[in-house]
Structure formats: structure tokens, C-alpha cells
């Protein structure tokens, strides 16, 4: 890893965090729109494609979709567990954690009302398998605990 506090140590930065399970889902329907897919709405078809790209070897191999599949904790804390990432806003209520750290900040910016990159799916965690979600929450350990112990939200 390469140690962003270097860069950043004297920086107010933020990121954006996202339920792993949502994030994968929908970076498989990204995935399926980009790929000329036409079917988004398959389970069969979701769980075959987090198979795949959730494989060890694959992964180990640096095959990590330009990062979309790392844990997001590796994006908050470095290789030695410090916090390199000052702000963390969910994903889920992006709207108004972004408008409340703009305010605490006095900048005057927001997201605004327009929508890019939806994948139109309408999978949910009930449409992945026992053995997809186990390998899920395997990858993703620090990342489920940091969203149920750490989030602010």
C-alpha cells in the first residue's frame, strides 16, 4: 500500500461508504449495462458473476475491477489500522451527510438532483446465495464492522 497520510496527513478529506452487499450489486448490474447484458435482474446471473470475480485467485491476481471490489476499510485506514480518511459519509443517506459537512465547513456546494451510472437493478441480499454471501462477509469483515460499529449514520 502506498500510505496516504503522507500525502494527506494535513488534509480534510472525506469518503463515501456503501453497504458491501449493495456496492457489489450494483457494480454487477454497472457491469451488465457496460457489457451489453440485458438481462440485469437475474440471480442466477448475479451470483455466477460474484463467484467469479470474488475468487482468491483472481483477486490476488490484482483483478479487482480498478478497485471496485477492495473492502472500503483499506480506503479509510492504512496497512497499520490508522484512520487515514477524516470524514466518512454513508452512501445511503449521501445527501444529507454531504449538505451537513459542507455546512460544519461553511462551503456553499451540494450534490444536486442528478442521477448518473444507475444500473437498474433490482436484486437485493436475498437474491445471493448461502455460499456467495459466507465469502461476502469473509472479504468484507472490517467493512461490515466498521459500517455496524463506526458509521455515523
Not at 479487482?64 to 445511503?92: A, E, G, M, T, W
Not at 455546512?103 to 456546494?109: A, C, I
Request: overall charge positive; hydrophobic content about 30%; aromatic content about 10%.
Amino acid at each position: 500500500h502506498v500510505y496516504p497520510e503522507r500525502e494527506y496527513a494535513h488534509k480534510d478529506t472525506f469518503c463515501v461508504f456503501r453497504n458491501p452487499v449493495e456496492r457489489l450489486i450494483s457494480e454487477y448490474g454497472h457491469n451488465k449495462r457496460n457489457g451489453g447484458g440485458k438481462n440485469y435482474n437475474n440471480a442466477k446471473g448475479l451470483n455466477d458473476w460474484i463467484r467469479r470475480v470474488l475468487d482468491e485467485s483472481e483477486l490476488a491476481s490484482g483483478k479487482n475491477l480498478d478497485c471496485h471490489l477492495l473492502p472500503q476499510h483499506d480506503f479509510i485506514y492504512d496497512d497499520r489500522n490508522r484512520r487515514v480518511c477524516k470524514h466518512v459519509l454513508s452512501f445511503s443517506n449521501l445527501d444529507r451527510d454531504f449538505a451537513r459537512l459542507m455546512k460544519k465547513k461553511g462551503v456553499g456546494v451540494t450534490l444536486g438532483n442528478k442521477r448518473e451510472n444507475k444500473s437498474h437493478v433490482s436484486l437485493t441480499v436475498k437474491d445471493i446465495d448461502a455460499d456467495n454471501m459466507a465469502r461476502i462477509r469473509q472479504l468484507y469483515k472490517k467493512d461490515f464492522n466498521f459500517m455496524y460499529h463506526e458509521l455515523d449514520s
